[in-house]
């Protein structure tokens, strides 16, 4: 028997979330408040240490990492450098 996972009706439900805050506390984790209310502490060193790439793997330069800005209710790092998909951010999934 196979089971199949129809996440797209969950989809739409990400479509109109946006971050309305977000604060960067340390250590490369970042409390992030949503639209709809909630909040999540995202830890992103995990995702940036695993990394191979050199263009990620710059933002382990704590200086850098905290860097970001809000645009249009996503996090953004130097001109979408580097940029989280929201379903993630509200999982709490990076990667």
């Known amino acids: ?3 199949l996972i129809d996440y797209t ?3 739409s439900a990400f479509e109109e979330l946006r971050i ?3 604060n960067y506390l340390s250590d ?4 992030i408040k949503f639209s709809d209310g ?7 060193k995990p995702f940036l240490s695993k990394s191979l790439h050199p263009s990620i793997k710059k933002y382990l ?5 905290s860097n970001f800005s809000l645009i249009e209710g996503n996090l953004n790092w130097n ?3 580097l ?4 379903s993630d951010l509200y999982i709490g999934r990076i990667g």
């Open 38 to 44: 909630n909040e999540k502490l995202v830890d992103f």
């Open 79 to 81: 001109d979408y450098d």
């Open 1 to 3: 028997m196979k089971i």
């Open 61 to 65: 330069d704590e200086k850098k990492f």
């Open 9 to 11: 009706e969950h989809e």
């Open 83 to 86: 940029i989280f998909p929201i």
């Open 28 to 31: 490369f984790a970042i409390r």
């Open 20 to 22: 309305e805050s977000a």
